[in-house]
């Protein structure tokens, strides 16, 4: 029995050293981070070997060490020594590149040596110095363990950061000053480490960043891999596992956005842990400046007419509903309201003016370019900004995109349609410039019959109306499903007109949109002819059911006198979502899992990490007109 515990002792240390491992015997006052550097190695390098040391690190523990990744070959460096200079008279056609050439050293040297080319050209006849220089060539053994990387075209950061094998958080520690948007040509720090060890980025592959506390299950859901496919494709997940931040390589083919139906809606109320008082500030464009509360009628026509002072206003009631609600539940907020005053400029001054870097979240400004500016500006201390009336024209890390993206809403009705298990025929409507709307729908839907509008003969333009005759022998009994895709609203008219006047005794049709927009909304539709064709569409939103009790309607009304408005229920159904996620966890960025759906009175939130920059929510409604009223479809 000895004979054989000696043998697996001599195995293990042969192991070791044939991997190259080391092992270091931690003394009082050394940290992670300084034994990662005295060995040329990453804290997650060591980590991946001794797990246990994130809870268990103390004087005397063993820690395996990976042998470092870092070039341990002798690098030359080249220094020159001024020694003289040579006299040079110039010569007929002689220029500063041909000198240059000649001696072997830059136009620079030249121009230093010479003052005088820095404003004058080079002529004929001129006596200049030629400076002489003795080089000298040292060897210098691991002077640095980083090396200037020059970032090449359609490179970001997490295409470097996998490159180098590191995560976009190290990339950026590595480079404070880095630009949030890289350029070509710019000049970056990476890991020294060997050519070989840089990982090619492949085309044929989608890469994507792991979250915080997602594990296999999780990935499995949103792309549809086992561990053991992801491993096959990522070999490093077989040491070191799943770690935040990590890129991980998966097919192209594969979509991360989440599906809707493998996340249930998330009852927040019932996990608060976190009661310490919530720091809001909410950034909107009241205009203060320009209200007289002297001229009381004056303020209520200006309320009435301007439309954004009505929305912003709705909104703020929302605000203070959903802090009065968030307070019967144990979470006290500490709001400061900022006028940005729809100004830019005025934004900027707030933010001087004002600590933001103690606020657990910031909701507003509305303004594309003030909102811009307000991320930006808080993305260092890692404060979340809320777009919650707007899409942000970028997305940081700091970012919450309450909007869903178009495209979302898109595939949510397209993803809906196919969900029908009736068997369904399908027809698509477009006008001239949707062609491109009728195509996705075609690779969508390949037997479906695309109908377009006509156009003027003479002058090629769109006349936005079809003939009775394209709808000829198009619908048979039974359900057919008609994509109308248009911005002109008389086409809409004149098409739902038509389908309505095909309704026939076992003929179904049912009108759908991938794009709800104003068309739809035409003074000539009726919502009687959208009810009977159980118009359905996309949506950010849906309409709070009147039947059913809703204490905040409920409130509103008793408050105010009438229903409120979509606005207002947004102000409310977001500031309820943040703060309500801000008491289940430490902070906003781990309360926004993917796997976490909240919904409320006309919203509901699922947000989802985009590659190396914030969140956007992904959960949207399929609504459809059924007896006059606008309801979430089944």
Do not use: C
């Not at 040509?185 to 997602?214: S, T, W």
């Not at 909102?371 to 009336?389: C, G, H, N, S, Y």
């Not at 849906?542 to 408050?559: I, L, M």
């Amino acid at each position: 029995m000895k004979n054989f515990v000696t043998s697996l002792l001599i195995v293990f240390t042969l192991s070791l050293s044939a991997q190259k491992y080391k092992e270091h015997k931690v003394k009082t006052g050394e940290t992670i981070e300084s034994i990662a550097k005295q060995y040329l190695v990453t804290p997650f390098d060591i980590f991946a070997l001794n797990p246990d040391a994130r809870t268990k690190f103390q004087p005397n523990t063993v820690l395996i060490i990976p042998n470092s990744k870092i070039k341990n070959e002798a690098i030359e460096e080249e220094t020159r020594e001024l020694i003289g200079y040579k006299n040079h008279k110039v010569k007929r056609k002689e220029t500063l590149y041909g000198l240059s050439e000649k001696y072997n050293i830059s136009e620079e040297d030249i121009k230093k040596a010479n003052r005088s080319l820095y404003s004058e050209n080079l002529k004929k006849g001129d006596r200049i110095r030629i400076p002489k220089f003795k080089t000298f060539i040292s060897k210098q053994t691991l002077k640095n363990t980083v090396k200037k990387y020059t970032v090449l075209p359609k490179e970001g950061k997490w295409r470097i950061a996998y490159k180098f094998g590191i995560t976009v958080a190290e990339l950026e520690a590595l480079n404070p000053f880095m630009n949030e948007v890289i350029q070509p040509g710019d000049k970056l720090n990476v890991p020294n480490i060997k050519d070989q060890e840089e990982k090619q980025v492949e085309a044929a592959y989608n890469y994507y960043e792991v979250l915080p506390k997602e594990g296999f299950f999780r990935l499995k859901v949103k792309t549809g891999l086992t561990q053991e496919e992801l491993e096959n494709l990522n070999p490093e997940l077989k040491e070191s596992g799943l770690q935040p931040g990590m890129v991980l390589k998966i097919p192209v083919s594969i979509d991360v956005s989440g599906n809707l139906s493998d996340v249930e809606t998330t009852n927040l109320k019932s996990n608060l842990k976190n009661f310490k008082t919530k720091k809001l500030a909410l950034m909107l464009p009241y205009q203060l400046d320009k209200i007289d509360v002297d001229a009381i009628e004056e303020t209520k026509d200006m309320i009435k007419n301007r439309g954004l002072l009505s929305l912003v206003l709705d909104f703020h009631i929302g605000v203070t509903m959903a802090l009065d609600s968030a307070k019967q539940l144990g979470i006290s907020t500490d709001l400061k309201v900022l006028d940005t005053q729809y100004q830019p400029g005025v934004t900027s001054q707030l933010l001087k003016d004002n600590d933001f870097s103690e606020y657990d979240a910031v909701i507003g400004p509305i303004k594309e370019e003030s909102f811009d500016r307000v991320a930006t500006a808080l993305k260092r201390d890692r404060v979340p900004v809320i777009a919650a009336l707007n899409k942000p024209k970028e997305v940081y890390s700091n970012v919450f995109q309450t909007i869903p993206e178009n495209k979302l809403l898109q595939k949510a009705m397209i993803d809906f349609v196919k969900s029908d298990s009736l068997k369904t025929k399908v027809v698509v409507i477009t006008d001239q410039s949707h062609r491109t709307e009728s195509q996705i729908l075609k690779k969508e839907f390949p037997s479906a019959k695309l109908i377009y509008s006509q156009k003027d003969k003479k002058t090629k333009k769109d006349n936005h109306f079809i003939y009775p005759v394209q709808l000829e022998n198009v619908f048979q009994p039974g359900k057919t499903i008609v994509f109308l895709e248009t911005n002109n609203d008389t086409f809409v008219s004149s098409v739902i007109s038509m389908l309505n006047g095909l309704m026939v005794e076992k003929t179904e049709i049912i009108l759908v949109t991938l794009d709800k927009n104003k068309a739809f909304d035409g003074k000539d539709i009726d919502n009687n002819s959208l009810s009977n064709l159980k118009f359905h569409y996309p949506s950010v939103n849906k309409d709070f059911d009147e039947t059913k009790t809703n204490g905040f309607a409920r409130a509103y009304r008793k408050e105010y006198g009438v229903s409120p408005s979509k606005y207002a229920a947004r102000g409310f159904d977001i500031t309820l979502d943040v703060l309500l996620r801000l008491a289940s966890e430490d902070n906003l960025y781990e309360a926004s899992m993917d796997a976490i759906e909240t919904e409320y009175v006309e919203n509901k939130f699922r947000y989802s990490k985009t590659l190396f920059g914030g969140y956007v929510n992904e959960a949207v409604y399929i609504v459809k007109f059924d007896d006059l009223r606008i309801v979430e479809a089944n």
